[in-house]
């Protein structure tokens, strides 16, 4: 219990320094940092649901542009908070249609589904505006300073890492658990798989989504080929997967250090950043498939056993 | 107007419906999950392009280049990146995982290398292009041609399947992976060799696609995932399922954009693939219940 206790205490003694932070850099400090914050919640927001079950979701960025679009069009007619919880209904409205279509089934079903949602979500979108509202871009002004976006993302990033560590004492965090095992040993030891499931893959979507809302107003400029981009899904997976997607700390010790490389790579090779990512990616699966969290703890757990030995 | 929307949706669902047999050989098959499939059918059509526009190549005897070289490179990916997973999974058991993983990575190389040397623009080229009266509609020459190698094309892969000793063995793996080696099947060998297969196909569907419509570098999406939907609507590894799956979707996507709207197109897939979700997961012609 004290060690609980000390480590919340440090836990909000690092939240506090982070919050302060902007105070103490540039312009420049303040957009990287809001970004690396951005991909920390969301790689979190996605191992909440893809670690434990392995589901793997490729749809993060059809949640993200939804809620950047929602907040696009809507930061005009309603007051900010408003729009906030707006664009995070819509996106648990749209995870509960995925869920409830797919998670019943087998993964490959899911994976499938959420491969192509970004796609169709964009064309869906660009065809309404095309048609209906007749314009393709649209212009968000909101007087909210990168400083007060990254106060937002950085108490969303709190909130989404207090759920995980609370889903994983809980009871739904044990059914997760055995579901990521094996599904059938879950189903017969009378764990609801579907329901589980679908309530985890709604937390997530909506964290996903309510970044795409906060991170909106930094482009001042949207168009669905910007805030669809099929980069942050990609971006996203392999943070998760390279910290370690089962993990609570995993995902944000993986989404720091390639945030950072990936800013570098897109200033100095913007033209074969694709093709390096790719083969990051293909690395990470082949070389550390659990994540360093896990691989760390392995060998950790490796050395003691050769004291205990010796 | 109905009779060209039915004559086009058919060519179109013939070239969909050859780019998912061989998604079907790949998945049913080698079992894996190949997301990067469609990357290799654009990779194709930019292939054919260069090959008609630099080198002055027919398409059809562009082919005769695309084709074996796609085998190759299917023979060789599978060798370097899927044969480690594969003799992983083994003990892990998480193929289907890792393969949609690495798959993905490669989705992302592939499409990186096309933008580099392709540049992002939507290409096309002229290729028979003019109009020949099919039963009262005026259908382009290319795409008669295209729906023709469908058909050929699709009829030998399928007749040798069927009817040749080797696809029996092609298909005793994809009925029971774990007895096959047990009645002397080389699992492995053949896997690659459905892989290779697979990946020849997706080119072949490439080719066509080329002849008679525009594709630009970050189109491989939207093809993987049509092939997708149309081998869950089959059926996993029914080659049968995806012909006649393939043609439905040709129709309906031709049918939606000629009298509803073009830009609703892969909506009207999502929603063929949610239907088909909620009402036969196993697929239209599927018998066992969904993997």
Known sequence: MTRTIIGFVLVGLALLALAFMPTQLGAYGVGLLLGMTGYVTLASAWALFSGPTRYISLATVAFFGIGAYTVAVLSEAMPYPLVLVTAGLIGLGVALVVGLATLRLAGVYFVIFSFGLAELVRQLVTWYEVNVTGTLGRYIFLPISATEIYWQLLGLAAITLLIGWWISRSRIGLALKVIGDDETVAAHTGIDISRVKLALFAISATIITLVGAIQAPRWTYIEPAIVFNPTVSFLTVIMALLGGANRLWGPMLGAIPLFLLFEWLSANFPNHYSIILGLMFIAIVFIVPRGVVALAEDLFKRARRKEAAQ | ?291
Request: hydrophobic share 55%.
């Open chain 2, 1 to 291: 107007m109905l009779l060209t929307a039915l004559i086009s949706g058919l060519v179109l669902g013939g070239t969909y419906a050859l780019v998912a047999m061989g998604l079907t050989l790949q998945y049913g098959i080698s079992r894996i999950m190949n997301l990067a499939y469609g990357e290799i059918t654009i990779f194709a059509a930019f292939s054919a392009f260069i090959l008609f526009s630099t080198f002055g190549i027919n398409p059809l005897l562009g082919m005769a280049i695309v084709l074996p070289g796609a085998f190759v490179f299917g023979y060789l990916i599978y060798g370097v990146m899927m044969q480690p997973l594969v003799s992983r999974s083994s003990r892990t058991g998480s193929l289907e995982v890792d393969s949609i993983l690495a798959t993905f990575g490669l989705l992302f190389v592939i499409q990186g290398v096309m933008l580099i040397t392709f540049g992002s623009n939507y290409t096309s080229y002229n290729y028979l292009n003019f109009g020949v009266n099919v039963l009262g509609a005026n259908i382009a020459a290319n795409r008669l041609l295209a729906f023709a190698l469908a058909i050929v094309i699709g009829g030998v892969l399928f007749l040798v399947l069927t009817r040749t000793r080797w696809g029996t063995t092609i298909r005793a793996i994809a009925v029971a992976p774990a007895s096959a080696p047990l009645v002397g099947i080389n699992v492995n060998r053949t896997a690659r060799f459905a892989f290779a297969l697979g990946t020849m196909l997706a080119a072949s569907g490439g080719v066509m696609v080329s002849m008679y419509q525009t594709f630009n570098a970050s189109m491989g999406v939207v093809f993987t995932m049509k092939a997708l939907v149309i081998v869950i609507m089959g059926g996993l590894g029914n080659l049968m399922g995806a012909l006649v799956a393939g043609l439905l979707l040709g129709l309906v996507e031709t049918f939606v954009a000629t009298y509803v709207d073009p830009g609703l197109t892969l909506a009207s897939t999502y929603l063929i693939f949610l239907v088909v979700l909620l009402w036969k997961p196993a697929g239209l012609f599927g018998k066992a219940a969904g993997r």
